[in-house]
């Protein structure tokens, strides 16, 4: 059984930082590309950033510059680093692991970025 557990999300001021975590469980994670994505209200889920089974990283350009994905093959888990939040960045986060069309989804963490 497939399992994404994310973590570490909460509520934090205009400027400030959290760190994400998803620990996978029932896949052989160093194959996977692992991602997150985001959805605010009322908005379509959107890719975030992404980091290959490589180590290759992309990311949305409205987040380029303060986020930063990084992988741990043996711990399981992906992270991400929020720094410079803005309230626009407020959302449910999630992971996402895919390889070879079959993809697998965390329950989503919110983040609020607010004053």
């Known amino acids: 059984q497939v399992q994404l557990v994310e973590s570490g999300g909460g509520l934090v001021q205009p400027g400030g930082s959290l760190r994400l975590s998803c620990a996978a469980s029932g896949v052989i994670f160093n194959m996977y590309a692992m991602y997150w994505y985001r959805q605010a209200p009322g908005k379509e889920r959107e890719l975030v950033a992404g980091i290959t089974s490589g180590g290759s990283t992309n990311y949305a350009d409205s987040v380029k510059g303060r986020f930063t994905i990084s992988r741990d093959n043996a711990k399981n888990t992906v992270y991400l680093q929020m720094n410079s939040l803005k309230p626009e960045d407020t959302a449910v986060y999630y992971c996402?692991?895919?390889?070879?069309?079959?993809?697998?989804w965390g329950q989503g963490t919110q983040v609020t970025v607010s004053s």
């Open positions: 996402n692991a895919n390889r070879n069309q079959r993809s697998y």
